[in-house]
């Protein structure tokens, strides 16, 4: 069955440095998403891509967040000057048509 | 911002208990569906409910959209050990794709 990659599973950065998350959607999926999920918390929406823009985004994805996709599979989140309370799993998904969304199986962040 | 609440946040029962979670938002939602996430995972799509007073079934799970359509449930009976996990419901509102509200979860535990 398809499924949504990510990479890195687990990365840790000091507090100022750059991450970029990687993701590889479903490949005949048109919809690209960011969520986040602090530990022991809810899922919350960061952002939503499609047609090679963003479609909406919430007050979470300020202006040190950015998402790309730099080539016909890669979907990519970049948080430019991480925070200690970025801290959380970050989960990419992928919709055909923008109802049923796939979620990858997340890259925890750890921002120390 | 559109919130959605769910309740129970924890819910421990004996295997062969039934177990219900259910969803609120004070507004009219577009649809709603149900992720199932097991401890350490991923949020996992069971379902989307879309019409007013929709129930649909899968084996032992039950799902029901309010007649409102501002509410929803999950009711499994008979609870197994494979159901433990935490059972999210995420709404999403008129016009938007894919930016699903999240509630709270329901941390499900079955003892054996």
């Known amino acids: 069955e398809p499924e949504v990659t990510q990479t890195p599973s687990h990365q840790v950065t000091q507090m100022g440095q750059e991450v970029i998350l990687r993701c590889v959607p479903i490949?005949?999926?048109?919809?690209f998403y960011w969520y986040r999920q602090i530990l022991g918390q809810k899922v919350e929406f960061l952002v939503s891509f499609y047609n090679n823009e963003i479609s909406e985004k919430s007050e979470i994805f300020d202006d040190q967040f950015s998402v790309e996709r730099p080539d016909g599979s890669n979907f990519t989140l970049k948080i430019r000057s991480t925070k200690l309370e970025d801290s959380a799993m970050y989960f990419c998904?992928?919709?055909?048509?923008?109802?049923?969304?796939?979620f990858g199986e997340g890259s925890w962040l750890t921002v120390v | 911002g559109q919130q959605v609440m769910q309740i129970p946040q924890y819910q421990h029962v004996q295997e062969g208990e039934d177990f219900t979670t259910y969803c609120n938002s004070s507004?009219?939602?577009?649809?709603i569906q149900w992720y199932k996430q097991r401890p350490g995972g991923h949020p996992v799509f069971l379902i989307q409910?879309?019409?007013?007073?929709e129930v649909k079934k899968q084996k032992r799970l039950t799902f029901q959209f309010g007649e409102a359509k501002k509410n929803s449930s999950l009711h499994i009976t008979a609870t197994q050990t494979t159901d433990v996990g935490t059972y999210f419901c995420a709404a999403s509102y008129g016009g938007s794709q894919g930016n699903l509200i999240f509630g709270k979860g329901t941390k499900l535990s079955v003892k054996p």
């Open positions: 507004t009219t939602l577009s649809n």
């Open positions: 409910l879309v019409k007013s007073g």
């Open positions: 490949s005949n999926h048109l919809y």
């Open positions: 998904a992928s919709s055909e048509a923008g109802n049923t969304i796939y």
